[in-house]
């Protein structure tokens, strides 16, 4: 799985790096991904990607 986030659609609103500390954080006016999910925490991001309010998170299955 990749995940990566758009910064021209993100808000900052904080809640993928609620949902997944471990993998997003907010860095200026955008979240980020600061590291690829593991296996096992995929369900929590599926779960920032899906309550993400402008839908800038992308998950890609590799």
């Known amino acids: 799985m990749t995940v990566t986030v758009d910064p021209t ?15 997003f954080r907010v860095v200026g006016r955008a979240s980020a991904v600061i590291a690829q999910p593991q296996p096992s925490r ?3 991001v599926w779960d920032a990607a899906n309550g993400c309010p ?3 998170i992308t998950i890609r299955k590799d």
């Open 42 to 44: 995929s369900s929590r």
């Open 9 to 23: 659609r993100c808000i900052a609103c904080g809640m993928c790096a609620y949902a997944a500390p471990e993998v």
């Open 54 to 56: 402008v839908n800038a």
